[in-house]
């Protein structure tokens, strides 16, 4: 089974309005970490945005916020007031703790977001 | 800032070669990880490694191994390259421990294998 099911392979959105982001995940860890990576087309993977299992409030940073709804194991992105450099690649991962190493983790297969002007 | 550094940016070599992608980091970070990344399939898990000498195979660890001789560099080896290994691959690395921090990536090696 998948640990990070990304389900929207494309998403459009029109400049200035809000868009979201689906990430389901899989796990039967208690404490676990999701992350939100942006990857534009020079390649390189910025992180955005992190939820611990145990925090209780929706993280935010700037204009990324984590719409976390732990019972339904989703983590979806929400950009408000799209900008045209919000056109990239987004992945879902998580951070499970696992034996000895205390870190093991699961991308998604991304979501390509294309910002209308 | 934390700096992932990979040896290349774009490589080119021919099936058969033994073929070693380079990767340094500079924040004395104990986790250290290689992916590689493929259309539609997101970023799959090569090998990890949590300390020096240390390492723990990931998803696909069929064709590769790895070396961590010292905790800055985490080496990918690709013992006799084939053309399925064609791809972009990806370093990153980490703070050990169970927190909130996130891995730090390099900016990716864009293999091709002819």
């Known amino acids: 089974a998948q640990k990070i099911t990304q389900t929207q392979p494309g998403m459009f959105v029109q400049e200035k309005e809000a868009v979201t982001l689906d990430c389901t995940y899989d796990?039967?860890?208690?404490?676990?970490?999701l992350f939100w990576y942006k990857q534009p087309s020079s390649g390189e993977m910025i992180f955005l945005i992190y939820q611990g299992s145990y925090d209780e409030q929706n993280a935010t940073e700037g204009r990324y916020s984590l719409n976390f709804q732990k019972a339904r194991k989703s983590a979806n992105l929400v950009i408000s007031a799209s900008q045209l450099g919000d056109s990239a690649m987004y992945f879902c991962?998580?951070?499970?703790?696992?034996?000895?190493?205390?870190?093991?983790?699961?991308f998604g297969t991304g979501t390509s977001l294309t910002v209308i002007p | 800032d934390v700096k992932v550094t990979q040896s290349s940016r774009y490589l080119v070599k021919r099936t058969g070669e033994k073929v070693f992608l380079e990767c340094v980091q500079d924040m004395d970070h104990e986790n250290m990880f290689w992916y590689r990344q493929d259309p539609g399939l997101g970023l799959r898990l090569i090998y990890f490694?949590?300390?020096?000498?240390?390492?723990e195979k990931g998803d696909i660890p069929e064709g590769y191994s790895v070396s961590r001789e010292k905790k800055e560099r985490f080496s990918l080896i690709l013992e006799s390259a084939s053309t399925n290994q064609t791809s972009m691959y990806l370093c990153a690395s980490r703070t050990g421990g169970i927190s909130n921090q996130p891995q730090h990536f390099g900016d990716g090696t864009r293999l091709s294998i002819l």
């Open positions: 991962a998580m951070r499970e703790a696992t034996g000895n190493t205390g870190n093991q983790f699961y």
């Open positions: 490694s949590y300390d020096v000498k240390m390492k």
């Open positions: 796990t039967s860890d208690q404490s676990y970490g």
